[in-house]
């Protein structure tokens, strides 16, 4: 059980610009969970998928950004045309999805916007 | 909806005195609590949960937490502090559904310790 792992850990771009993260949960985790938090706050959930279906968006999700989880396995979380708001740390969690279940949390991708 | 409130956004102690961090929570009906820690550049470790059975909950590193639907918290302590323990904490809520969905999390208390 390696744990929850996240890549890139760090990303700079510029306005403007595509950025793609990436999660791998812990194996045979079917809940995945995305939160974003910004400096001297709390995470704060986005979206999260049971398996390959995502089931709930928050309004802080969007247009601009969109989350996959194909197979069901990994998950992508990407924002297009970034502004310089999105800067945060993007933090990823899974679950087994059983009865009173844990999310256990990966490192996070911290993302700066210039 | 679902909120917690942690009083204290910085909190410093000695090392080996008491830790308290305080929690508050609003909802309906009595949620599930947890409370995670933070270290820097790093993701959020479980300390401990609280899932309606046992109202007094004892988690990792020597931190408990008590259940106190009367008073609607959930405050976080440890007996004696220790420098490994400086960190940012986190308390956060979510529904009582009998499986977990998202957590609501507090703006985190900053925990100092200092020799």
């Known amino acids: 059980d390696t744990g929850v792992s996240q890549n890139p850990r760090h990303k700079i771009t510029k306005r403007g610009q595509n950025v793609t993260f990436r999660c791998d949960p812990i194996s045979e985790h079917n809940r995945l969970y995305w939160y974003r938090q910004t400096l001297g706050q709390g995470p704060e959930f986005l979206t999260y998928f049971q398996n390959e279906a995502q089931l709930e968006k928050s309004r802080l999700l969007s247009d601009r950004f969109s989350a996959e989880r194909p197979k069901g396995s990994f998950s992508t979380l990407e924002i297009q045309r970034t502004e310089q708001g999105d800067s945060a740390m993007y933090l990823c969690a899974s679950s087994s999805g059983q009865y009173q279940e844990t999310q256990y949390f990966g490192p996070g991708t911290r993302l700066l916007v210039l | 909806a679902q909120s917690v409130t942690q009083l204290g956004s910085h909190v410093s102690v000695s090392e080996g005195a008491l830790v308290l961090l305080r929690c508050n929570y609003s909802?309906?009906?009595?949620?599930?609590l947890f409370w995670y820690v933070q270290y820097p550049n790093q993701g959020l470790q479980l300390l401990l949960k609280?899932?309606?059975?046992?109202?007094l909950v004892k988690g990792i590193n020597g931190f408990e937490a008590e259940f106190k639907k009367s008073e609607t918290s959930f405050h976080l302590t440890k007996p004696s502090a220790h420098m490994s323990d400086a960190a940012e904490y986190f308390c956060?809520?979510?529904?009582?559904?009998?499986?977990?969905?998202?957590?609501?999390f507090g703006t985190g208390t900053r925990l100092q310790v200092t020799l």
């Open positions: 909802s309906s009906v009595p949620p599930y």
């Open positions: 956060a809520v979510s529904p009582n559904t009998g499986t977990a969905s998202k957590l609501t």
């Open positions: 609280y899932t309606s059975a046992a109202t």
